[in-house]
């Protein structure tokens, strides 16, 4: 049952709170939220412990370890996943991915992700397969300053921010979340992306890729979500050997010919 009213789960000292976002040509899409604390790593599926050792704050691991424990929740309130069969890779642009663990060889159709975390809030972005989504938060008392207006835009969006006529907060958040939608980070320059509109209704290009925005924000923070059609889907190594092994199952030819292990039984 899809809800469109926010739901919390609760576990230990964190608290998520889970939302099912209606979408313009109805993709399924979920946002979760929780306020930032301690996790046991010991406790979480989507860890990478080499990477955890390279945390040099307590803030930078708790955030990381929030976000984690929240995309559990998300995934379990998406439903019909088993977190304990996936890992959490990264893209050359560092934008995360759900795959399965390598070596077990299997093909789960698997939502795909952002993830944001500022001061004290995590969110985890969801969105059915097919479709690429970007997040991101900042606090509503920290909007950028003026000072780094000309870093983010330029020509009329750039006069418009001067004047006050655009949000900077809106503007800074949704570039930042096309940016994660479109798994380019800062590999897309901010300023080729034109926030034309001062809330929702913009259509953004990206070489082949239109993002919308959809303002989430509440009391506190500004949270805005991007989305569009996925015209750069991620494939893995296994993904294609997967592939190449059913088009040689298919096509009557003897693909076992040169297999080690038939070698080996001949």
């Given at each position: 049952m899809i809800r469109n009213s926010p739901s919390s789960v609760e576990c230990d000292s964190l608290q998520a709170t889970i939302q099912w976002v209606a979408l313009e040509h109805g993709p399924r899409c979920l946002i979760a939220t929780c306020t930032i604390g301690e996790k046991d790593p010991a406790s979480l599926q989507f860890i990478d412990w080499d990477e955890i050792k390279t945390f040099k704050t307590e803030k930078r691991r708790n955030e990381h370890l929030s976000a984690r424990w929240l995309l559990e929740e998300?995934?379990?309130e998406w439903g019909?996943?088993?977190?304990?069969k996936l890992m959490v890779s990264r893209t050359e642009e560092r934008a995360p991915y759900l795959q399965a663990i390598q070596g077990l060889w299997v093909q789960p159709t698997l939502p795909n992700l952002s993830i944001s975390h500022s001061e004290q809030?995590?969110?985890?972005?969801?969105?059915?397969?097919?479709?690429a989504v970007g997040i991101d938060a900042e606090p509503l008392s920290r909007p950028p300053k003026p000072?780094?207006?000309d870093?983010?835009?330029?020509?009329?969006?750039?006069?418009?921010?001067?004047?006050?006529?655009?949000?900077?907060?809106w503007v800074w958040t949704a570039k930042e979340a096309v940016q994660k939608a479109a798994r380019l980070g800062m590999h897309l320059n901010p300023r080729a992306i034109d926030i034309s509109n001062v809330n929702d209704g913009n259509k953004i290009s990206i070489e082949n890729s239109i993002f919308q925005l959809?303002?989430?924000?509440?009391?506190?923070?500004?949270?805005?979500?991007?989305?569009g059609l996925d015209t750069r889907p991620i494939r893995t190594p296994e993904d294609d050997l997967l592939d190449a092994t059913r088009v040689a199952m298919n096509s009557g030819d003897d693909w076992t010919v040169g297999c080690s292990?038939?070698?080996?039984n001949g």
């Open positions: 998300a995934l379990n019909g996943i088993d977190c304990s809030l995590a969110c985890v972005a969801l969105v059915e397969h097919g479709w000072t780094v207006y870093m983010m835009a330029k020509g009329e969006e750039l006069a418009r921010l001067r004047s006050g006529e655009l949000d900077a907060l959809r303002n989430l924000s509440n009391q506190t923070y500004q949270i805005t979500l991007a989305w292990t038939v070698r080996n």
